[in-house]
């Protein structure tokens, strides 16, 4: 009789052991599927950030995905803030830490130095002075780049407002379908095909409440 208990003993614990064993397997297989389909994703997401995408992924997006205080990045370029951007670009582009300080020099070059973006009404300042305007989705166009990349630009045209404020505004930030954006390019004008042939200048935007130390750290981090 001991002898069959001990041998029941056994087996129960052989089936305990190999049953935590598969929910371990299990488990394991599970978190490897999991982190796998991450990696797809922010594979998937890396791609559409260099501009690589289907039409059909792009999808129209509201002017709250812009709404907030923003800050112009070109006065943290003037006064050396950003060098180490430039430094960590040349280390691992094809030009000089100068070449690439003087092309973006260009590119961020603006006298709007903040923009305040709330429900349909964009706000310009430039120093103490503001013209607003109130503005409403004029569609997206895909562009496509010499290397043969392409970028979308999300399109808002004033209905209202300052006369001042710019007839069409721009927006190009990587992200082609709706999400909030943590920072974006501008591009403005009163000639809506004017402004998509623009392509040297653009004036680039990050959260007012950052200062030059956060925005660095957020470059560098992408």
């Given at each position: 009789?001991?002898?069959?208990?001990?041998?029941?003993?056994?087996?129960?614990?052989?089936?305990?052991?190999?049953?935590?064993?598969?929910?371990?397997?299990?488990?394991?297989?599970?978190?490897?599927?999991?982190?796998?389909?991450?990696?797809?994703?922010?594979?998937?997401?890396?791609?559409?950030?260099?501009?690589?995408?289907?039409?059909?992924?792009?999808?129209?997006?509201?002017?709250?995905?812009?709404?907030?205080?923003?800050?112009?990045?070109?006065?943290?370029?003037?006064?050396?803030?950003?060098?180490?951007?430039?430094?960590?670009?040349?280390?691992?582009?094809?030009?000089?830490?100068?070449?690439?300080?003087?092309?973006?020099?260009?590119?961020?070059?603006?006298?709007?130095?903040?923009?305040?973006?709330?429900?349909?009404?964009?706000?310009?300042?430039?120093?103490?002075?503001?013209?607003?305007?109130?503005?409403?989705?004029?569609?997206?166009?895909?562009?496509?780049?010499?290397?043969?990349?392409?970028g979308v630009r999300f399109i808002f045209k004033k209905v209202a407002g300052d006369e001042a404020a710019p007839a069409f505004i721009q927006f190009s930030d990587h992200i082609i379908a709706p999400e909030k954006a943590g920072h974006y390019h501008l591009y403005w004008g009163d000639d809506r095909a004017a402004v998509l042939k623009e392509l040297t200048n653009w004036p680039t935007y990050y959260p007012a409440n950052l200062d030059?130390?956060?925005?660095?750290?957020?470059?560098?981090?992408?």
């Open positions: 009789m001991t002898k069959v208990l001990k041998k029941l003993s056994y087996v129960a614990a052989i089936s305990t052991a190999l049953g935590l064993t598969g929910l371990v397997s299990a488990h394991a297989a599970s978190e490897h599927k999991h982190s796998h389909s991450h990696s797809h994703a922010d594979e998937a997401q890396k791609k559409v950030h260099e501009g690589y995408f289907a039409d059909d992924q792009v999808k129209a997006r509201p002017l709250s995905d812009w709404e907030g205080d923003w800050q112009s990045v070109y006065p943290y370029l003037v006064d050396g803030t950003l060098d180490p951007v430039m430094a960590d670009k040349a280390k691992h582009g094809d030009k000089s830490a100068a070449d690439y300080r003087a092309y973006y020099d260009v590119g961020y070059k603006t006298d709007v130095d903040r923009i305040l973006i709330a429900g349909s009404k964009v706000t310009f300042f430039r120093g103490e002075t503001a013209v607003s305007g109130d503005y409403e989705t004029d569609g997206h166009e895909i562009l496509t780049y010499k290397k043969g990349n392409r030059g130390k956060q925005i660095l750290e957020e470059m560098l981090a992408h």
